[in-house]
């Protein structure tokens, strides 16, 4: 079995889980993955490289993915219990195509070894033709959920 799979598969069990378990909101999730790749590309190379030395090997590419990572968590944290239960498949669907598109983005992101073996599967390659409307649809999807979900306002009552 290929590393993309074994990567793919373990970050869509993780998610769907976690979209699951939590009832978080899949939408805010992609949209805190975009901004968490958007603050990778933002981040000085020079404060990376200096935290990344404190780590043995690969330092660099683990502070990358944690700049990655700790928005994503911060965001499964802060919407939990804000989904119905008729909505859950819809957003286990969206944690789906989230991993997807991770797990495409992912490697040249952080450049680690590990990561960068997915790269060169075939069926990776395939995939990342459609990367673009992957990522379209995962957008589409997102914004339908965030949309869904929003919270009515509370009737004012006498007292």
């Known amino acids: 079995m290929s590393v993309f799979f074994i990567v793919l598969g373990a970050l869509s069990l993780l998610l769907a889980f976690v979209v699951y378990y939590f009832r978080t909101n899949a939408g805010m999730i992609f949209f805190a993955t975009c901004a968490s790749l958007l603050l990778l590309s933002t981040v000085d190379p020079v404060v990376l490289t200096t935290a990344g030395s404190l780590l043995p090997s690969e330092g660099e590419g683990y502070v990358r993915l944690a700049v990655v990572a700790l928005p994503i968590a911060l965001a499964v944290m802060l919407f939990r219990h804000t989904i119905k239960g008729s909505f859950v498949m819809l957003h286990i669907l969206i944690a789906l195509l989230i991993a997807l ?6 490697p040249e992101a952080t450049g680690l070894s590990w990561l960068l073996d997915t790269v060169d599967d075939d069926m990776r390659r395939f ?5 673009m409307l992957i990522l379209a649809l995962t957008f589409a999807l997102s914004l339908v959920a965030v949309m869904l979900s929003s919270k009515k306002p509370h009737k004012k009552s006498k007292h």
Do not use: A, K, N, Q
């Open 127 to 131: 995939i990342d033709g459609f990367s």
């Open 101 to 106: 598109v991770i797990t495409l983005l992912l």
